[in-house]
């Protein structure tokens, strides 16, 4: 199995709806986070939480919101989606104390709004 | 300057060459650099960390500039194989506005052809 799976793998839906995408590891790691990638536009932070308590906004926040349900689970969720958030999200942990590790990503979740 | 930069590419070389892509970075006082391989709509996977006096890995060489503010990736008898992205990520110093979470760049892409 993997260390870090998201769910769904891919979903299409509709302008209006409210998605849920979730993530979850079996590496132990308190930091987990939130991207979305779009082509020529690179990866950009959406959410992330360092502990079950602790939740933060990325660069990209607005239309989305998030809840850490435990440590291993990390779900992110469009209440109204829109057509500009088709893109590819990925979720990612991130082990230790400092800034010695690398993130771990999962396999992505490709999200089209129509 | 923007925070974390990379040329984008393509890097079309033949099978057999040696490639080199560098990463510039603005924050001197970055802590910990990264390498990452993306295939094409897959996720990013760690290829290797940064270290100060250099490292090695195979047939891949990653250096540390910190005068200059540049890391650099050497992949050396490139394989058909080695075509994808690669992004670099780097860990800013912890401050009022950064929780020291990586920052990307928008990668580099290279193809190996026959």
């Known amino acids: 199995d993997a260390d870090v799976t998201q769910t769904p793998r891919n979903r299409i839906t509709k302008t209006g709806k409210r998605i849920m995408l979730e993530c979850s590891q079996t590496?132990?790691?308190?930091?987990m986070y939130w991207y979305r990638q779009d082509p020529g536009l690179g990866l950009r932070l959406i959410y992330y939480?360092?502990?079950?308590?602790?939740?933060n906004k990325g660069e990209i926040s607005d239309g989305y919101s998030v809840s850490r349900q435990a440590q291993a689970k990390f779900s992110l969720s469009l209440e109204s989606a829109i057509p500009n958030q088709t893109a590819l999200y990925f979720c990612?942990?991130?082990?230790?104390?400092?800034?010695?590790?690398?993130?771990?990503f999962g396999s992505g979740t490709r999200l089209t709004v129509v | 300057r923007k925070e974390v930069e990379q040329d984008p590419g393509p890097f079309n070389v033949p099978e057999g060459a040696t490639v080199a892509f560098n990463c510039t970075y603005s924050n001197s006082a970055s802590q910990s650099f990264f390498w990452y391989r993306q295939d094409c709509r897959k996720e990013p996977k760690l290829l290797m960390s940064?270290?100060?006096s250099g490292n090695e890995d195979g047939r891949f060489t990653a250096q540390l500039n910190r005068a200059s503010q540049y890391i650099s990736l050497l992949i050396r008898d490139s394989k058909l194989s080695d075509s994808a992205t690669y992004l670099c990520?780097?860990?800013?110093?912890?401050?009022?506005?950064?929780?020291?979470?990586?920052?990307f760049g928008k990668g580099t892409k290279l193809s190996v052809k026959p």
């Open positions: 940064v270290y100060s």
């Open positions: 590496k132990g790691h308190d930091r």
């Open positions: 990612a942990t991130r082990g230790g104390q400092g800034s010695a590790y690398g993130y771990t």
């Open positions: 939480s360092f502990d079950v308590k602790d939740i």
């Open positions: 990520a780097v860990n800013p110093p912890l401050s009022e506005g950064s929780q020291g979470n990586l920052i």
